[in-house]
């Protein structure tokens, strides 16, 4: 070999680093994970918390289907419109305060489950049918099925769709 720092003989190939192995990552690597997994645990909560306020929707929405069976007899219809009002009332008891829907009744109830649910049936037709037929028994059996199946549609809709924002800044 040639003493000659200089010479051809001395030269090597060049020598490639090992691969840069996957894991463990940068430290960038934990800060993105980090914030990923916050932000995925915040928006569970928020489901969490939101699927608590509407649990009274579901139960509402539950009785309704268990009350479906009485509505379809004449017998039992009677006390089955008595118990669709009853969980309106109980649904807007539960979302609104009980100041502005306690003491509603008649037009004005039918008025304020109009103007939270986005509808107009509430006040005329089915949704006056509702509070008569509570107290008359005659009105219930004269019902024919159509026009219950109306009336318990127009529940759901009110119980599935209503806004508490749309009444709730009235007072402030």
């Known amino acids: 070999m040639n003493p000659d720092p200089t010479s051809l003989d001395r030269l090597h190939d060049i020598v490639a680093p ?10 960038g690597w934990y800060w993105v994970l980090g914030f990923f997994l916050s932000c995925v645990l915040v928006l569970l909560v928020l489901a969490w918390v939101r699927r608590q306020r509407n649990r009274y929707r579901r139960e509402a929405l539950a009785e309704v289907a268990r ?10 219809r009677a006390a089955a419109l008595g118990a669709l009002a009853e969980v309106l009332k109980r649904a807007a008891l539960t979302a ?3 100041e502005q ?11 304020f ?7 107009t049936e509430f006040g005329q037709g089915s949704g006056a049918i509702l509070e ?16 219950t199946g109306e009336l ?9 769709h209503h806004r ?9």
Request: charged residues 20%.
């Open 18 to 27: 090992p691969p840069v192995q996957w894991w463990p990552p940068a430290p």
């Open 67 to 76: 009350q479906e069976p009485a509505l379809r007899e004449p017998a039992t």
């Open 96 to 98: 609104f305060p009980r």
């Open 101 to 111: 829907v306690a003491n509603l009744n008649g037009p004005v109830w039918f008025e």
């Open 113 to 119: 489950l109009n103007r939270t649910g986005s509808t």
């Open 132 to 147: 008569r037929a509570a107290y008359d028994a005659r009105i219930a059996a004269a019902l024919d099925e159509p026009r």
């Open 152 to 160: 318990v549609s127009l529940v759901r809709h009110w119980l599935a």
């Open 164 to 172: 508490v924002e749309a009444v709730s800044g009235e007072n402030g």
